[in-house]
């Protein structure tokens, strides 16, 4: 556990003892949960080749269908308290499945934060938790309107529980304009000192004098690990990076439209080879544009169904105009142009409320569209959630 996660809990644990201490300041805190079960479901052929060697042909998976399978895709207990009029606290606990690497996290301390507040809009303190960086990243997953955020948040999220310092502000400027806004200071993806990595990052969320329309910005200042050594001590060396956005959504009664744009420098991985350009020179940029149409029923075993859909695009690689690309996974000769680095998908689904508020069940089918040049055709994806909590 972190040195970071410890001075929270830490934290935490102080002001609860000092809350059951200070019998006239006790206040109980709230407590919620949160269990999300679903079911993946995958509908395509594995890409297989005849592949070539010295030692004669034979056949080479360079894609696989993923298993059908259940999954807990998150379980979570949330608590929420004050102390006094100043002071708020907050602790989550659970156990959750990536959605953008399947990895399972395994049960343990999801967010905590400690936060005092001069006045009744703006409020400062120490967290781990869920960053502004525009409205679809900023939301937790179990509310958004499909079952997941997009791709491309694997790259532009950031850190999905970020760990540092936070202001936070919150402010009615008229009965239908207002601004949330966000200044944070953060550890890096390593938990290195701040000379070495860091994540600084601020967000804004307008609500303008136009009823239910808003928008949103956000920048974000990274120097982080993106694959580079020292050639002398082997040690990482850590480059400087960014990421921004901005985006506008409509939610006018049972109409729903949200649309965000993405564009950033700096990205690690293997999208394109380091002789092509380098992981610090790399650029992305990616979109989505989402609605959703609510229709109350008034039955009380399902009082809405809300059928949505999301159409998004990710360019893996916007500044790069070509290579032939050599898999290094085959013996495939590299005489195949690669050009287009765009990803894109289809999503369709509905979500049918089980209650006015937490439980619902949500089914989503999700069709790849575009595939880079240097990516093969994943399969059609149906996923059946079933979430609830109190």
């Not at 042909?57 to 993923?66: A, C, G, L, Q, S």
């Not at 907050?90 to 006045?119: D, H, I, Q």
């Not at 958004?144 to 999220?157: L, N, Q, R, W």
Request: hydrophobic share 35%; charged share 25%.
């Amino acid at each position: 556990m972190s040195k970071n996660v410890k001075t929270l809990i830490s934290l935490i644990i102080f002001v609860l003892i000092i809350d059951v201490l200070n019998a006239t300041e006790l206040e109980l805190p709230e407590i919620h949960t949160n269990i999300v079960l679903q079911t993946d479901t995958y509908f395509g052929d594995d890409v297989v080749i005849q592949d070539s060697s010295w030692q004669g042909t034979f056949e080479n998976t360079i894609y696989k269908v993923p298993d059908s399978k259940f999954a807990v895709r998150s379980v979570m207990i949330e608590v929420i308290g004050k102390f006094g009029k100043k002071i708020e606290y907050n602790m989550e606990f659970g156990m959750s499945t990536c959605p953008f690497s399947g990895a399972e996290t395994g049960f343990g301390l999801k967010e905590a934060g400690v936060f005092y507040r001069p006045f009744e809009w703006i409020r400062l303190g120490l967290m781990k938790g869920h960053i502004m960086r525009g409205f679809e990243i900023h939301q937790c997953c179990t509310e958004v309107i499909t079952v997941e955020k997009p791709h491309s948040g694997a790259a532009f999220i950031g850190q999905c529980h970020a760990t540092g310092v936070v202001v936070e502000a919150d402010y009615d400027i008229s009965e239908s304009m207002g601004f949330s806004t966000q200044l944070a200071f953060l550890n890096g993806f390593n938990g290195e000192s701040f000379d070495k990595e860091y994540d600084r990052n601020i967000g804004l969320i307008f609500r303008t004098p136009l009823p239910r329309l808003s928008i949103c910005g956000y920048y974000n200042d990274i120097k982080q690990d993106l694959g580079k050594t020292d050639p002398v001590t082997y040690e990482p060396i850590y480059e400087k990076s960014n990421r921004m956005g901005f985006g506008a959504e409509f939610d006018f009664y049972n109409i729903f439209v949200r649309g965000e744009y993405y564009t950033g420098k700096g990205f690690s991985g293997k999208t394109v080879p380091d002789s092509i350009k380098t992981a610090n020179d790399l650029k992305m940029n990616a979109f989505y544009v989402e609605g959703a149409y609510t229709i109350k029923t008034n039955w009380d075993i399902i009082p809405y169904i809300q059928p949505y859909f999301m159409f998004q695009s990710w360019n893996k690689a916007s500044n790069v105009d070509g290579y032939y690309w050599d898999n290094t996974a085959t013996f495939i000769d590299d005489t195949i142009y690669c050009d287009d680095f765009v990803s894109s998908y289809f999503t369709a689904g509905i979500t049918i409320g089980l209650d006015e508020e937490h439980t619902k069940l949500k089914i989503d089918y999700e069709v790849p569209v575009d595939v880079p040049d240097n990516e093969f055709k994943e399969a059609k994806k149906l996923i059946v959630r079933l979430q609830g909590g109190f």
